[in-house]
């Protein structure tokens, strides 16, 4: 078996541009199996082949012939699409097991001859525009959003485990819940994404939601709203409590409807309507109480089981004790 090309990373013999540094690791790794299928298109195409890689996460994420999640990185659902026209598997091989690479390989060329593959290799940059489309609809801009995203005490520590792939072992609280799903997050100048909704700190989140309330829409509505363009942790309860405290909702909102009091008719004899009904917990325990409408007499029975059997059963027995309402 002969090597057909010698790589050091994508784009083509050269360093990352300083876009391609801000990618996420799993965004770095999946760049260079995109890279390297289509480098290799005229010899792979139509045959069956075997992805090697050390990076376990693209497994689940190249591999999964179920497609990704809605609010994968945009980045990565692209690569997935351009990987579905080849016929291969895709395994996991640690670092220490791939064969030795050749001493050339690892020097990096200053005379870079540029080919049609710089091409695709750089084929990542049209995402820039669909971020850039998430921002518009904001009363913020990205700078903005950038600049308090560093000193964010949650997101200034996601995105410096984003950035070096520590996963969530060294996290917790808020931080971890971003990494839940660390295949959604990407970085886009400075800005941390999930999927292509932006993440908002929280110093500029009450902001976002006032736009996201302008007109007075409901919770629903906002909601709707948000998902098109903003994500943080428990989005969906401020979004709850924010309308809540509107008070121009309060005054708007529908009164329930008032609905005529019935009252039972009065009985004249014993045990001709009774009320029943269960009451507790208690001590751990249900009861099951009867309540005669003439004469207010009470039967408590303690249950152990509410369901319809057993309640029937009960009810047979004191039935026959009283006779039949």
């Not at 410096?160 to 520590?166: E, L, P, Q």
Request: net charge positive; glycine share 4%; proline share 5%.
């Amino acid at each position: 078996m002969t090597p057909l090309s010698f790589q050091n990373g994508p784009p083509p013999f050269q360093n990352l541009t300083d876009a391609e540094k801000k990618y996420a690791q799993i965004e770095k790794e999946g760049l260079g199996l995109v890279f390297a299928v289509r480098k290799f298109h005229r010899y792979i195409f139509g045959r069956r082949f075997t992805l090697l890689t050390d990076h376990k996460p693209l497994l689940t994420i190249f591999g999964n012939k179920k497609g990704l999640p809605v609010y994968s990185a945009n980045r990565l659902l692209r690569w997935s699409l351009i990987l579905r026209g080849y016929d291969f598997k895709i395994e996991y091989r640690s670092t220490t097991s791939f064969g030795q690479a050749d001493a050339l390989s690892r020097l990096i060329s200053e005379d870079i001859q540029p080919t049609e593959d710089i091409v695709i290799a750089k084929a990542t940059l049209d995402a820039d525009a669909e971020y850039q489309a998430a921002a518009v609809f904001l009363p913020v801009t990205m700078t903005d959003v950038a600049k308090e995203t560093m000193i964010d005490e949650v997101l200034k520590d996601v995105i410096a485990s984003v950035r070096s792939n520590i996963g969530t072992k060294k996290l917790s609280g808020t931080a971890a819940k971003y990494l839940q799903q660390p295949q959604q997050l990407s970085l886009q100048d400075d800005c941390l994404f999930f999927g292509s909704r932006i993440v908002i700190p929280t110093t500029l989140r009450n902001r976002i939601l006032k736009q996201l309330h302008e007109g007075h829409p409901g919770v629903a509505r906002m909601k709707v709203l948000a998902r098109q363009y903003v994500f943080w942790t428990n989005i969906n309860a401020d979004i709850e409590s924010f309308v809540k405290k509107c008070r121009n909702c309060q005054e708007a909102q529908k009164a329930p409807i008032k609905t005529e009091l019935f009252s039972w008719p009065k009985e004249d004899r014993p045990w001709n309507r009774v009320h029943i009904d269960y009451a507790g917990p208690f001590l751990g325990k249900y009861y099951l109480v009867i309540v005669d409408a003439y004469s207010k007499w009470p039967e408590v029975i303690e249950m152990t089981s509410t369901t319809s059997t057993a309640t029937i059963e009960q009810l047979t027995q004191l039935f026959a004790q009283f006779g039949n309402p």
